[in-house]
């Protein structure tokens, strides 16, 4: 459902301040900065959540005592695995299902929302930041955070008696695998698409209050998107080790020599991850980048520079993944590393 995407952008809203305040520390040092490790994971598990002591936060009192006066029923509190400042509660009535969130730094928002038996998704949400990423074409979001909740329950009621359309129903027992399913879903399909375009990494950043140039602004982007390329790489590489059957032994002491290689991202972004993993040095960094800026086909440019190497010490490829996005996974000769 899209409120998976809701949670999404809310996530990037996180990584974009990350990134903004990375950057400005890389700019007052003036040294070279990793890319930063904090990602919004491609895939969660959500744990019941023992205590779920949040719930007796004021707003999420609050939200709890209007669900349930007009006939939602609780579910389960879960806390995210990978997301640890994430919790949430989902209540279900008819359709409609409402998932309560709390965070450490953002405090508590809520989302209602329902699916057509066709597929199409709908979410009303008050989520901070959560309405300036795009959407897939069946999946339509009203995002605003200064939404109550009887606004956000009026909304979607006034959906449900105006559609012709019949809508899915998901209990207690089947939220926490369709939660996180579609989540993984939604991650992919971000990913397919060369995840967050600039556009949506500009809205953002001005959501957020910072006040950036131009530049700045360039730069945050770029660090942005070694983020994700260290996350597709993560979840790539781990997709492979289980098709591939190869054991924990084996990758480890294998994976360090591995190269993701996404079909599209940015050239620069991929110039800071191929430095990072020891396949170009920082002079052959600067040059690449002045000649290959704007090259969109990265699997074309990695090609170049690989054929810039003798053929004996050349990355070999050796699979063609299509999870988290399509990509190539090359390995590198030992001397290289």
């Known amino acids: 459902m899209l409120f998976l995407q809701i949670l999404g952008g809310v996530l990037l809203t996180l990584v974009v301040i990350v990134a903004l305040a990375i950057w400005f520390i890389k700019r007052k040092l003036k040294q070279f900065l990793q890319a930063p490790s904090q990602t919004d994971p491609i895939i969660i598990h959500l744990n019941e959540d023992l205590g779920a002591d949040w719930l007796s936060d004021k707003s999420a009192k609050a939200y709890i005592e209007y669900l349930i006066s007009e006939g939602f029923t609780p579910g389960t509190a879960y806390e995210i695995f990978e997301l640890p400042d994430f919790r949430l509660i989902p209540y279900f009535s008819g359709p409609l299902i409402a998932v309560i969130y709390h965070h450490a730094s953002l405090g508590v928002f809520i989302d209602i929302a329902c699916e057509t038996e066709n597929g199409d998704e709908f979410t009303f949400s008050n ?28 909304k979607a009621q006034e959906l449900l008696q105006e559609s012709s359309e019949s809508f899915r129903i998901i209990n207690e027992g089947e939220f926490r695998t369709y939660f996180e399913n579609s989540y993984k879903q939604d991650q992919a399909w971000k990913a397919r698409r060369g995840g967050i375009t600039f556009k949506e990494f500009v809205k953002i950043a001005q959501q957020t209050g910072e ?52 079909y599209t991202t940015s050239a620069k972004a991929f110039c800071s991850y191929l430095l990072d993993r020891g396949f170009i040095n920082e002079k052959q960094q600067e040059k690449i980048e002045k000649v290959y800026a704007g090259e969109t086909d990265i699997i074309r440019l990695f090609e170049k520079l690989n054929d810039l190497l003798s053929p004996e010490i050349r990355a070999a ?21």
Not at 131 to 154: E, T
Not at 226 to 254: M, P, T
Not at 323 to 334: G, T
Request: glycine fraction near 2%; proline fraction near 4%; hydrophobic fraction near 35%.
């Open 211 to 262: 006040k950036v140039n131009a530049e700045q602004m360039k730069e945050a982007f770029i660090l942005t998107k070694e983020q994700e390329l260290y996350q597709w790489q993560e979840a790539g590489l781990e997709h492979y080790q289980k098709q591939a059957n190869i054991s924990d032994e084996e990758f480890e002491r294998d994976s360090h020599r591995l190269i993701f290689v996404p």
């Open 317 to 337: 490829l050796v699979s063609e993944s299509d999870f988290p996005l399509k990509a190539k996974i090359y390995r590198l000769h030992q001397s290289m590393v």
């Open 127 to 154: 989520a901070p930041f959560a309405g300036a990423l795009d959407s897939r074409p069946n999946q339509h979001k009203d995002v605003d955070s200064s939404y109550s909740i009887d606004m956000l329950h009026n």
